[in-house]
């Protein structure tokens, strides 16, 4: 079975200044792929960034980019230039490559930008 | 886009009744939609497979009798919460793919929020 962990359950950066929220997982499998969602108080569930895991260079979009530690099973969330926007409850998710679509999440970090 | 639909976005029940809760997808077809739940501030815990024209997957320790899924469309996947009890209250989502966008991440309903009293 694959575990996801987020050690760091509530962080806070300032407006416009960069964050790093981290994540490490557990599996056995070599293929699979690898979600950050953030989950604002909306609650609606939005797919920030994705990385699949054969692909060693790591994933950006905007704002968002990850560092995808293969071998250490990390992957941490980079959000530069932090908004006001941006704050809401991120979760981590594994998928395997072959499982349709069946996801494991981490428990969740919950991100606060101040003004 | 593809866009997932999920009704109602509240309800309140009363002991002993049973809810059900639709999952649309909207602009697309589902083969396979996922519902999870999800306590306050916690993690999404899956529920359940949906799967077109079969019986669901459901996940160790979910009950199939109490949580029973139905997916008897492309675009339509139900969960209906039976004999509701006030440990059932909880927030629940459904997930779906679109077909042929890979693995490129899933869309999520808008959630249900259902307290039973």
């Known amino acids: 079975a694959q575990t996801v962990t987020q050690s760091q359950p509530e962080m806070s950066v300032q407006e416009a200044e960069t964050v790093t929220l981290s994540c490490t997982y557990d599996?056995?499998?070599?293929?699979?792929?690898l979600f950050w969602y953030k989950q604002p108080p909306s609650r609606q569930m939005i797919l920030v960034i994705r990385?699949?895991?054969?692909?060693?260079q790591n994933a950006t979009e905007n704002r968002f980019s990850v560092n995808f530690q293969k071998a250490a099973k990390s992957f941490s969330l980079k959000i530069s230039d932090s908004q006001l926007g941006d704050t809401a409850m991120y979760f981590c998710?594994?998928?395997?490559?072959?499982?349709?679509?069946?996801?494991?999440f981490g428990d969740g970090t919950t991100l606060t930008v101040k003004p | 886009g593809a866009v997932v639909s999920q009704h109602p976005s509240r309800v309140i029940c009363k002991s002993g009744t049973s809810v059900k809760i639709e999952c649309r997808s909207l602009?697309?077809?589902?083969?396979?939609m996922f519902w999870y739940r999800q306590f306050p501030k916690k993690s999404l815990m899956l529920m359940a497979t949906?799967?077109?024209?079969?019986?669901?997957t459901y996940e160790q320790g979910v009950e199939k009798d109490k949580f029973l899924i139905n997916h008897a469309s492309l675009t339509l996947s139900t969960l209906t919460v039976t004999s509701a009890h006030p440990e059932d209250s909880s927030f629940y989502i459904c997930?779906?793919?679109?077909w042929g966008q890979g693995n490129d991440g899933y869309t999520f309903g808008s959630g249900t929020r259902l307290t039973v009293v």
């Open positions: 990385q699949e895991a054969y692909k060693q």
């Open positions: 998710a594994f998928m395997k490559g072959t499982n349709a679509g069946k996801s494991t």
């Open positions: 602009d697309f077809q589902a083969t396979t």
């Open positions: 599996t056995s499998e070599n293929n699979y792929y």
């Open positions: 949906s799967n077109e024209g079969s019986k669901a």
């Open positions: 997930s779906a793919r679109k």
